[in-house]
Each structure stands twice: as structure tokens, then as C-alpha cells.
């Protein structure tokens, strides 16, 4: 039986259309590590957290993908010019159920919006526009090819994270404009570019809580190694590795 995975919708509503809107590649980095995605909408129009975090007792794992900007406000700050688009049924819906999946030690991976939604839902804040906020970054909204690895990271040595990737190198794409600044509390930071930005967080104290900037769903079919973050979440997520817990 493969481990079923709810995944968010991370680019939320189309106003004009209503219509969700997922990347394929999610799903098929998913079940192509051996677990079952299912997709995890608002319940209503004005998502509900009660009922959003209902989801969690019909999944195994949660993976909270790429999008959106979070809304400055979670984080108690005022927006920023550059701050981008945001969807507040999309942080209505994610930030009750990652806190929940926290509190339920449920395996947990979030990618590009992912970490940051997974960052501020755990108490943390973000840079909302790194152009704007953090001198002497690097170009981290690469123009190249999705699955072009466009900077470096130093990971963490002890880290679950260096465990995943084999070593404390590697090499990512690179597609957001925000990223974690204070990394919330139970986490550490464990992968940074060369600009000092964070590129990965993880909470050390749970079995399986971790967060990515880059986007390894479309990196893998050229560099394989980035399907084993999938593998990893999908084999914590399986009823051998829960029951032994
Ligand atoms: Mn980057």
C-alpha cells in the first residue's frame, strides 16, 4: 500500500477562472517515490481550520508545495512594496494544517513557498523581498531552465537533510524572491547559499519536518538525487516507520 500524501494546492484560486492549480510534477515526484498524492483544497470557500486540519487523519504525509507569497501579517509585519501575490484562503488553509501535522509528529516536506508557509505557521519570519532586504544576495529568480541547478548550498553536516542528499554539498535551482530570515523555534537552519541565505530548514526533534527553498520536483529526472527528499518523506510516512515510533 503506498503511503497516501496530501499535497496543497500552493498557487490556491484562480479568482477569474476558480479554478486549483497544482503542478503535475508534485504528484509525480510523489508517486514516483512510492507514495499516493491526493490533493488538499479549502473546504469551503472561507477556509475553516477545524475542518482543513480533518484532512491530516486521512493522510499519512503532508507536502506543502510551491506558490504564492504568505501574507506579511502572519508574521506580524506591515507588506512590503515588493511583497507579491498572496492568497489568504491559501494561508488559511495551510498554516492551521502545518501547525497541526507539527503537533501530530506527521512527516512533513515544504518546498519553495512550502518552507516559508512551514517556517511562519512555526513561529519564524521571512524576508519578503530579498532585492529589497538583503543586500548582496545572489540572483536567486534564475532565468535558466527549471531543472538547472543555478547556485550552491552548504548543508548542515548532522543534519537529516545532508542524510537525504549524501554530503554537505549541493547544487539547486533557484525560483523565489523571499526566504526564511528568522528561522522559527525548533528548527535549524541546515542548507545556505552562498549569500548567507537560508535554503533549508528542519526541526531536529521530530521525525521528519523538513523544509527546502529550492524546487527538487523539478530537478530530479537530471539530477536524481533530489528524488530521494520524496523517497525520504514517502518512508516516513509508511505504516512500518510509523508503528515503530
Ligand atoms: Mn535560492
Known amino acids: 500500500m503506498r503511503p497516501v500524501i496530501g499535497i496543497t494546492c500552493g498557487d490556491g484560486m484562480d479568482p477569474a477562472t476558480e479554478a486549483l492549480s497544482l503542478p503535475a510534477s508534485y504528484t509525480r515526484s510523489v508517486y514516483r517515490a512510492g507514495g499516493l498524492p491526493v490533493l488538499l483544497a479549502p473546504p469551503r470557500d472561507e477556509a475553516d481550520p477545524e475542518e482543513a486540519v480533518q484532512a491530516l487523519d486521512r493522510i499519512a504525509g503532508l507536502l506543502i508545495p510551491g506558490g504564492v507569497d504568505v501574507a506579511a ?3 506580524g509585519e506591515a507588506p512590503h512594496p515588493a511583497l507579491g501575490r498572496v492568497n489568504p484562503d491559501l494561508d488559511a488553509l495551510e498554516v492551521p494544517l502545518i501547525q497541526a501535522a507539527l503537533r501530530r509528529e506527521m512527516p512533513l516536506l515544504a518546498i519553495c513557498r512550502g518552507i516559508q508557509a512551514l517556517n511562519v505557521a512555526a513561529g519564524g519570519t521571512l524576508y519578503q523581498d530579498l532585492a529589497a532586504q538583503a543586500p548582496g544576495a545572489i540572483q536567486h529568480r ?3 531552465p527549471r531543472w538547472h541547478a543555478s547556485h550552491t548550498v552548504t548543508v548542515a553536516g548532522e543534519s537529516r537533510l545532508a542524510s537525504i542528499l549524501g554530503g554537505e554539498q549541493a547544487a539547486v535551482n533557484s525560483f523565489h524572491h523571499q526566504a526564511v530570515k528568522k528561522v522559527a523555534p525548533g528548527f535549524v537552519a541546515t542548507a545556505a547559499a552562498p549569500d548567507g541565505i537560508i535554503e533549508a530548514i528542519e526541526n531536529p526533534d521530530l521525525p521528519f519536518a523538513v523544509g527546502v527553498q529550492w524546487h527538487p520536483e523539478g530537478m530530479w529526472q537530471r539530477h536524481p538525487v533530489m528524488l530521494e527528499l520524496f523517497t525520504a518523506l514517502v518512508a516516513a ?9
Open 73 to 75: 501579517g502572519i508574521y
Open 142 to 144: 534564475q532565468a535558466a
Open 237 to 245: 510516512a509508511s505504516p512500518a516507520r510509523r508503528a515503530a515510533r
